[in-house]
């Protein structure tokens, strides 16, 4: 369960006054721009291994991986518009080069079941704390405040079944 996340891996510098089309007032507008892209997968993602073992039981490595973005930093500085060398104090570009930050839990299990049987992977993902402040309208005066844990669970369910050339299952009872 993952969605393409695509995001600018590298920038085109600022380009110089020299070398622009001047906008109205004569401010050079060029920040930097995007050059090439990258694109990952953010979400849920399990990769299984199965193999038949001499006794029918079934071994299973299994990856599970959650990724996910965290925040942007940026990376960029201000252009401000300069005449004969000194500033003018004049914005002409906020030159944002925002990179994504991302956080990715993984972990690899090997396991061995029976046909039909099975195996729940899980648990608390995230767990944040959060300052809740309750405010009168108008007067902004605080009339509560108290602490709230967020949680964040993920449970994965892997059944694995034998089956035969056909599709169909190799034990009848299941």
């Known amino acids: 369960m993952t969605r393409e996340f695509v995001y600018p891996s590298d920038y085109n510098p600022p380009v110089e006054a020299t070398e622009l089309v001047k906008v109205p007032g004569n401010f050079p507008a060029s920040p930097a721009t995007p050059k090439d892209f990258r694109k990952i997968p953010l979400g849920v993602q399990l990769q299984v291994k199965s193999t038949l ?26 252009i401000w518009h300069a005449k004969n060398g000194a500033p003018t104090g004049i914005l002409v570009s906020e030159n944002e080069i925002k990179m994504p930050v991302f956080d990715a839990k993984s972990q690899r299990m090997i396991v061995q079941v029976a046909d039909g049987q099975t195996i729940v992977l899980g648990g608390v993902i995230q767990e944040r704390e959060l300052q809740i402040v309750d405010r009168l309208p108008v007067l902004g005066l605080v009339i509560d405040s108290k602490k709230a844990v967020e949680r964040r669970f993920i449970f994965v369910f892997v059944t694995p079944r034998l089956l035969d050339a056909d599709g169909s299952p190799v034990n009848s009872n299941q």
Do not use: K, T
Request: aromatic fraction near 8%; avoid cysteine; charge should be negative.
């Open 53 to 78: 073992l001499s006794d029918d039981r079934i071994e299973l490595d299994l990856s599970p991986r959650i990724s996910e973005l965290l925040e942007y930093v940026n990376y960029g500085g201000m």
